[in-house]
């Protein structure tokens, strides 16, 4: 069964910091390019940050550039988040998802195959 489990996330307050783990099970995460996403109440869900299969390409939205970080670790079938600096507004559901293309082609929700089940991020004092 392909399946992708999002961790890591949690109540911070403004400032701090959190890393998410993406993990893949079933299949192997390097043929594929993995986004993640976030969607907050009454919002769209809308792309924050992805990287190539082997990790040598990366793409962050405006929102998160220089607070964000996104990295790889292919052997641990592992895709992780460090994001730093958070503010209220970062708060969200946080999903990965993988798409069969090997290179960031953008956060189009359609070009994304496979979706893990989201976790929480609430940033607050």
């Known amino acids: 069964q392909l399946q992708l489990v999002e961790s890591g996330g949690g109540l911070v307050q403004p400032g701090g910091s959190l890393r998410l783990s993406c993990a893949a099970s079933g299949f192997a995460l390097r043929y594929y390019a993995i986004g993640w996403f976030r969607q907050a109440p009454g919002k769209e869900r809308e792309g924050v940050s992805c990287?190539?299969?082997?990790?040598?390409?990366?793409n962050y939205a405006d929102s998160v550039k220089g607070r964000f970080t996104i990295s790889r670790d292919n052997a641990k079938n592992t895709v992780y988040l460090q994001m730093n600096s958070l503010k209220p507004e970062d708060t969200a559901i946080y999903y990965c998802?993988?798409?069969?293309?090997?290179?960031?082609?953008?956060?189009?929700?359609?070009?994304?195959?496979?979706w893990g089940q989201g976790t929480q991020v609430t940033v607050s004092s």
């Open positions: 998802a993988a798409t069969t293309f090997s290179y960031c082609s953008g956060y189009g929700i359609d070009k994304y195959d496979y």
């Open positions: 990287v190539s299969s082997n990790g040598g390409s990366t």
